[in-house]
């Protein structure tokens, strides 16, 4: 391939996780007393997916899926360098779990004719880690997960990966298209220049897509999303003693008494 | 081609029965936690007067004592997917076979552990399922015949409850260390049945070229946990040596992972793992809820950090506001005094 690679990545405008508070008397979470930022691992994915693009060539598509307040996430993503941004937006997908997000996703990515599909490991609001496995899944494409780093062979039309593994590391070569899903801190994302930055809060307009626009309508939202929050609440802080002491004779007797 | 979202209906729902137990293993090593949720897995179907069906997959998996393994830890029947195409793990197999059996012999429940291999590939089984998938869950019960899994939301600030009232199967991957491992009663009794492989190695879509797994760190199995954060800056080494002392593992924060000072299988919190020893000692942590949450379940805690307002005092039984520098060697050698006094609780 000569014309390099479709790159998509995938980010998600979370509420900064220092900011969320739970309300003590309802055990309800204010999501709206937090700053509305990008999910900290997703820094690392639009890192990788534009060195990918600058080894092989190619372009570099932001793409997210909430209300029309993520155009933020998606103008950080071009402010550090994506080329251009799509963002899925339609009342139709509120309360999806991670199977119709994966699905929205997934069909975007195709959509967009994607060889690449970049994610963060997880997100800070829900941890699921579920959507970059979840968008291979619906697209039967391969997957990489928990990836400290990248090797391309466009030649061969493959990634390969190192990835973490329990107890040590392993290398995987995937055909594409493939999607990744970077692990958090391999890398160190670029800062956005002054002209790109302001090129993308002045000059720039993501794309909009709605449900229908992907073909999805009826695949997507509450209704069709097989798990659901049954409640939520304030995790308890398990009581302990709380006592300091000045001597580390007394912190010696404290272990020799536990041992 | 994924199966489309339609809701199963309440027929499709009671079609399906079983607890379902993924027994993770590497090249005849089991992860930990299949055990820990074999045991789990026995209680609920227990409860539901089901059968506790355990899954391996894996080459020469009939040589090894795996299946008789998840027998003696409470397994009624052991399904073993045995080819070479499940050695080493990959993704895309595992999920195909997974998802046929899943549709085929239609269980009410799966349970994975939620290590890298098990977050890895539990969604490419609950996409084509349309399974509700329930990640990281640190809680898992039954009320009023229905299934509900607790995990934790924001950083471990909130315990979120998911249920799957209208799915099945429902699945969940678990953290290792949530719940205990009994001892094996090698007296019990089950089958073992080798299923069909509906995957061939032309239809893959990934290939290991490389895969270096050392001796794996169990810090989730330790007595006692020696844990050290950013407040060390790196210097482990008093650390180990208080860990060698008491018979304990040394552990760490994210932060200190993400620094290179000590290897991920040591890590200790919302994206580690979770311990529970019967002492954890907090060494320069400053006591994020992230990291809390893999910790709180220690018997007892003692803090040491320099900076008097650090949270992990708050969830700590004992502490001390002090440098680890001065503390440590200090506390060692008071220890070692201690301890030689009376050999007989240095375990």
Same mark, same amino acid.
């Given at each position: 391939m000569t014309d390099g690679w479709n790159i998509v990545v995938c980010v998600k405008q979370v509420p900064d996780a220092a900011e969320v508070s739970i309300? $003590?008397?309802?055990?309800?979470?204010?999501?709206?007393?937090a700053e509305a930022v990008m999910n900290a691992p997703d820094y690392n994915a639009v890192e990788a997916a534009l060195e990918v693009r600058d080894e092989v060539g190619g372009t570099v598509t932001a793409l997210t899926m909430g209300p029309a307040s993520a155009h933020e996430v998606l103008r950080g993503a071009v402010a550090m360098g994506a080329d251009d941004a799509v963002l899925l937006t339609d009342r139709a997908f509120g309360g999806s779990d991670t199977w119709p997000t994966s699905l929205a996703l997934a069909r975007a990515a195709e959509e967009l004719d994607a060889d690449v599909v970049f994610g963060g490991e997880e997100t800070t609001d829900s941890s699921t880690g579920q959507v970059p496995p979840g968008i291979a899944a619906h697209n039967d494409w391969a997957q990489l997960t928990y990836v400290e780093d990248l090797e391309p062979r466009p030649d061969e039309d493959q990634l390969v990966a190192k990835r973490d593994v329990e107890g040590g590391y392993e290398r995987v070569a995937a055909d594409l298209p493939v999607v990744v899903a970077m692990e958090f801190g391999e890398n160190q994302p670029r800062t956005a220049g002054l002209h790109r930055k302001i090129y993308a809060e002045t000059d720039f307009e993501p794309v909009e897509w709605s449900a229908a626009d992907i073909d999805v309508e009826d695949e997507v939202g509450l209704a069709v999303s097989p798990t659901q929050v049954g409640g939520m609440a304030t995790a308890e802080p398990v009581p302990r003693e709380q006592e300091k002491v000045d001597d580390v004779e007394e912190i010696a007797d404290q272990i020799a008494e536990v041992l | 081609m994924a199966a489309g979202a339609n809701a199963d209906t309440a027929a499709e729902v009671d079609a399906h029965s079983d607890v379902w137990v993924f027994v993770e293993q590497h090249d005849g090593e089991v992860a930990k936690v299949a055990w820990e949720l074999l045991a789990k897995g026995r209680e609920l179907a227990d409860q539901k007067d089901e059968d506790l069906v355990a899954l391996v997959m894996g080459e020469d998996i009939r040589e090894t004592d795996i299946p008789q393994q998840a027998i003696a830890r409470g397994a009624d029947r052991v399904l073993v997917a045995d080819d070479p195409i499940f050695e080493p793990y990959r993704a895309d197999p595992y999920g195909e076979q997974f998802r046929h059996l899943v549709e085929q012999r239609k269980p009410d429940i799966a349970l994975i552990g939620g290590t890298h291999t098990g977050r890895d590939f539990a969604g490419r089984v609950a996409v084509p399922t349309h399974a509700g998938l329930t990640a990281d869950t640190t809680e898992l019960e039954i009320t009023d015949e229905r299934y509900e899994m607790r995990r934790p939301a924001f950083g471990g600030d909130a315990l979120a409850t998911i249920i799957c $009232?209208?799915?099945?199967p429902q699945m969940s991957t678990v953290r290792p260390g949530v719940f205990d491992t009994p001892e094996p009663d090698e007296s019990r009794e089950g089958e073992v049945e080798d299923v069909e492989t509906v995957v061939g190695e032309d239809e893959t879509?990934?290939?290991?070229l490389e895969r270096e797994v050392g001796d794996v760190a169990d810090i989730t199995d330790a007595e006692v946990v020696v844990a050290g954060g950013m407040g060390l800056e790196g210097d482990f080494d008093p650390l180990w040596e208080l860990a060698d002392l008491l018979g304990g593992e040394v552990a760490a924060t994210r932060e200190a992972v993400e620094e290179g000072w000590i290897e991920p299988a040591r890590q200790v919190g919302q994206t580690g793992k979770t311990v529970r020893p019967k002492l954890y000692i907090a060494v320069g942590?400053?006591?994020a809820i992230q990291h809390v949450e893999g910790m709180d379940d220690s018997e007892t805690v003692i803090a040491i950090n320099n900076d008097g307002n650090a949270p992990i005092f708050e969830n700590a039984d004992y502490g001390i506001v002090a440098d680890y520098a001065e503390v440590l060697p200090e506390l060692i050698e008071l220890l070692r005094e201690r301890l030689d006094d009376t050999p007989e609780v240095s375990a």
């Open positions: 309300d $003590p008397d309802t055990g309800i979470l204010n999501r709206a007393d | $009232p209208n799915h099945r879509l990934t290939e290991v942590i400053s006591g």
